[in-house]
């Protein structure tokens, strides 16, 4: 009882220690927003809100679409997802057993932000 | 796969390319519409198809953020990248051990120096200038002479096709005309089975412009055995 009281008490600071690091992203310049999605709980935070949903979708997507990808060519899970179109760049990684999808502008660079996050 | 020369070309391409970097694991292209180009030995067409369907499903998606770009996958094993290169995709999936640089420049330089390339070759193939079906005028009298007249639209197309650079590449090649460059012969085909080349002018009389007519002249009509109002066949003679 006592070890799973203190399993809970490691992934609730891991989850609190990876919100304060997304808060801090959020504010750099560039950064358009995230979407935090646990198995209970989600939490988004976007500049945009009315692309909430559509973002929501894209982020789904991307994990669906990469998981189907890598199994079908037998490469293992996927640790590290980018999207690039013409002027947006979406990262999405899997961070403490929730998928986190961050978007931001293409100057943006996202290999500092996995670097930090993972 | 996709057999045509251009398909083949960018197949050794990929070929080429699996040699000179070993780290590729698979690689295909395929186009926007989802028809598969060319890949390597080791994918096979359902893995291609499934990775497709979740990509074209993506696209969609991602339309939210602007025209996709690139899609990149990173796991312990490798990296998988899907770039969009014209109308085109290319996906590399390469170990971990991959040089980036070397991706960076097949992704973004050579292939689509290649498709560049191809796409300014392709066009050689020659150029068919499809026959005309025309309705058969007998021309009469003592001026009628031994040339046929047909539309100067008619001219114009077969001319337009002469001005096609693709037409000029294939005669810079070969060092040929593909087509002669005004056109004064024509090929003329009865549904008989009867041809000959005659000399042809542009049509004078008004009234017969734009009815898709030809005028022989009533002798050339009696060596061809056909009569006002036949159909025949009339297409530039090289």
């Known amino acids: 009882m006592t070890e799973r009281n203190t399993e809970t008490d490691e992934t609730e600071n891991e989850l609190e220690e990876l ?23 989600a939490s988004i935070d976007l500049k ?27 490469m293992g ?26 978007f931001m502008e293409k100057t943006v660079n996202h290999n500092k932000l996995y670097k930090n996050l993972k | 796969m996709n057999r045509d020369p251009y398909a083949i070309a960018l197949n050794n391409a990929i070929t080429e390319i699996h040699k000179a970097y070993p780290d590729i694991k698979n690689s295909f292209i395929f186009t926007k519409n989802g028809t598969t180009l060319t890949g390597d030995q080791e994918t096979d067409q359902q893995t291609i198809n499934s990775i497709q369907e979740s990509f074209e499903n993506l696209k969609e998606k991602a339309k939210t953020i ?13 990296e998988l990248t899907l770039s969009n290169i014209k109308d085109m995709h290319l996906l590399l999936a390469t170990s ?19 498709l560049k390339t191809m796409e300014t070759l392709a066009p050689i193939q020659p150029q068919i200038t499809p026959p005309k079906q025309l309705i058969v005028d007998t021309l009469t009298g003592f001026f009628a002479g031994d040339s046929v007249q047909i539309d100067t639209e008619i001219v114009k197309d077969w001319t337009k096709n002469n001005d096609d650079p693709r037409a000029r ?16 012969q ?19 009389d008004q009234n017969m412009k734009g009815k898709n007519m030809i005028r022989i002249p009533e002798k050339l009509c009696r060596t061809l055995e056909i009569n ?4 025949v066949k009339v297409e530039p003679a090289s």
Request: aromatic share 4%.
């Open chain 2, 96 to 114: 971990k051990n991959a040089d980036k640089n070397h991706i960076h420049s097949i992704t973004q330089v050579i292939i689509p120096t290649i």
């Open chain 2, 169 to 184: 590449v294939k005669a810079a090649l070969t060092g040929e005309q593909s087509t002669p460059e005004n056109i004064d």
């Open chain 1, 77 to 102: 899970e996927p640790k590290k997802i980018v999207i690039e179109s013409e002027e947006t760049k979406l990262l999405s990684m899997n961070v403490n057993n929730h998928r986190l999808s961050i």
């Open chain 1, 19 to 41: 919100q304060e690091k997304l808060q801090e992203i959020k504010d750099q310049e560039g950064i358009i927003g995230y979407i935090l999605r646990g198995t209970k709980s």
């Open chain 2, 66 to 78: 602007g025209n996709l770009e690139s899609f990149t996958i990173t796991t312990k094993d490798g």
């Open chain 2, 186 to 204: 024509v090929k003329i085909e009865t549904f008989g089975g009867n041809s000959t080349l005659c000399k042809v002018k542009e049509i004078n």
């Open chain 2, 228 to 231: 006002k109002g036949d159909l």
């Open chain 1, 48 to 74: 945009d809100p009315t692309k909430i949903i559509d973002y929501a979708v894209l982020s789904s997507t991307a994990f669906d679409a990469s998981t189907n990808m890598t199994e079908a060519l037998q």
